[in-house]
């Protein structure tokens, strides 16, 4: 990843500077989200998401490529009355923060080799939550261009050693044609 990236995400997130809803998916899922523990959202943007996640409770790590993101996640967690740690960290060729973590979320950001590294974040029964759009999405949107979809059914499959909960592939209410993930770490044999 060069600098160049980090400058094209930094001019992207400074031209909406306006602040997002927390995700719509997320936010469906709260009566099965910890409510303690630590969370690592990756790619996490401007925050809204993470901050709404220190909210209910979590200790939450942010990581993202951008600076302007990160300064923007910390201005909204001061808003919103919490603290989050927030790592500039290029998640294509840095290690992400050491977990193990209650809950690692993903949303809308694909970097394939990562998701590699999840299940080694989680703690034993570990949530993680992953939301991406797929190949489909094209029929109605220019972007994400291609490279950034998942095929059809491929989720599942990159990440082989975590229990899926659930797993649909659908137009969303917002019409985007989403891949989306829960899936657990398995409790560790006792
Ligand atoms: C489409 S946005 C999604 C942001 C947030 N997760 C959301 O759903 O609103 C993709 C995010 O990935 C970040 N990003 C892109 N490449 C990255 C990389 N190599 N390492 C870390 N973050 C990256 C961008 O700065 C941006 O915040």
Not at 23 to 49: C, E, M, W
Not at 140 to 164: D, K, M, N, V, Y
Request: proline share 9%.
């Amino acid at each position: 990843m060069s600098q160049e990236e980090r400058q094209r995400w930094n001019d992207k997130h400074q031209q909406s500077s306006a602040p997002r809803e927390p995700s719509a998916f997320l936010r469906s899922l709260a009566d099965r989200l910890p409510r303690k523990g630590r969370a690592l959202d990756l790619a996490g943007g401007p925050g809204q998401d993470a901050c709404w996640l220190a909210q209910r409770g979590l200790d939450v790590t942010l990581v993202d490529i951008s600076d302007v993101a990160l300064a923007q996640a910390e201005t909204l967690a001061r808003d919103a009355g919490v603290s989050l740690t927030r790592l500039r960290l290029d998640l294509e060729s840095d290690a992400p923060p050491p977990g193990p973590f209650d809950l690692v979320v993903c949303l809308n950001y694909l970097w394939r080799p990562l998701l590699a590294a999840v299940p080694g974040l989680l703690t034993p029964g570990g949530l993680f939550v992953f939301a991406q759009p797929t190949r489909r999405n094209l029929q109605r949107h220019p972007h994400p261009s291609a490279r950034f979809l998942l095929e059809e059914g491929e989720l599942p499959t990159l990440l082989p050693e975590l229990q899926s909960l659930s797993f649909t592939e659908d137009w969303t209410d917002a019409g985007r044609h989403e891949a989306r993930l829960v899936a657990r770490k398995l409790q560790q044999a006792p």
